[in-house]
């Protein structure tokens, strides 16, 4: 494995960049904001393999499964981050959306590089989350061959759940045998090397599709509002008041008494103004419609 490490293209020399420790600060950034631009390039290009995973993973969620990230440094790193922001973006159940990092919380703080080369591992973090069939897991690995994820995948199969792989080269290690294969051809990196780079930014970009296009799916979004939005401080419950007013028409002060009525519930404000119910009708339909406010709406 080792010996074809300088063959990965994100490992590769990056020939703009051969000059990096002798240009000004406008020289490098000017240079890593043009080999950015190539990252949203090279998601266009996977854009049908992203769709179809999107799609698993609606398939999964809406029969009661899990969706799991398992990766390891900056890739495991994303994997949390995508996952925890579900809860307060989508009002869901912080069970639903989960990601597992190499080396444990800890690595979300500090680096644990020698976690990422245990296969073994993998196989155990999987268990230890108790992924069972049903569930969607996404290994993720900007090489497509880490030990950990490979490991975590072969898990997964074995329990048959459904696999997704995500990297940043061609024909990876980690797309064996999986039912999603992502691979997202970014190029050398502006640090040879740092994957953190480029292939960060397009694994985020990737995680932000999954979980976003997933979740309007499964109704957690009104037109384009957040109607799931969590109001835990004063900023989000001033943002479901405007989501109130723009998904309904009314005012300020009409939303602030809608959302009052509702139990700062802002997708059962919706429903109540859209079809004139009172809270515990709107409730009912809304529940009825599970969750989704415009079939809830549209009810006849």
């Known amino acids: ?22 240009m000004s600060a406008v020289e490098i950034v000017t240079l890593m904001n043009q080999e950015d631009q190539k990252v949203a390039l090279a998601v266009q290009q996977v854009l049908p393999a992203i769709a179809e995973a999107v799609e698993l993973i609606e398939r999964a969620l809406k029969a009661g499964g899990r969706l799991f990230y398992f990766g390891a440094g900056t890739s495991g790193r994303l994997g949390v981050l995508d996952a925890a922001e579900c809860p307060p973006t989508f009002g869901t159940d912080p069970a639903m959306v989960r990601g597992i990092i190499a080396g444990g919380a800890q690595a979300m703080l500090e680096a644990i590089e020698g976690a990422e080369d245990s296969q073994q591992l993998g196989h155990e973090d999987v268990r230890r989350a108790g992924v069972k069939q049903g569930d969607v897991i996404v290994g993720i690995a900007a090489s497509g061959r880490t030990p950990y994820v490979i490991g975590a995948l072969e898990e997964a199969k074995a329990v048959h759940a459904w696999t997704i792989s995500l990297s940043c080269n061609p024909d990876p290690n980690i797309s064996q045998g999986v039912d999603v294969s992502i691979n997202i051809v970014v190029g050398p990196e502006v640090v040879t090397g740092s994957t953190r780079l480029k292939a960060g930014s397009a694994t985020k970009m990737v995680l932000n599709m999954l979980t976003t296009a997933s979740m309007v799916h499964l109704g957690k979004v009104y037109g384009n509002l957040m109607i799931n939005v969590q109001a835990t401080n004063w900023k989000l419950r001033e943002r479901a008041k405007h989501i109130v007013m723009q998904g309904t028409g009314i005012n300020y002060l009409e939303a602030e008494k809608l959302l009052l009525d509702a139990g700062g519930d802002v997708r059962v404000a919706i429903v109540m103004q859209k079809t004139g119910l009172p809270v515990a009708e709107a409730s009912e339909r809304l529940r009825r419609a599970g969750n989704r406010v415009r079939e809830a709406i549209e009810e006849t």
Do not use: I, K, V
Request: overall charge negative; aromatic content about 0%; proline content about 0%.
């Open 1 to 22: 494995m080792g010996e074809n490490l300088h063959q990965l293209h994100t490992e590769m020399r990056n020939a703009a960049s051969e000059r990096l420790d002798q």
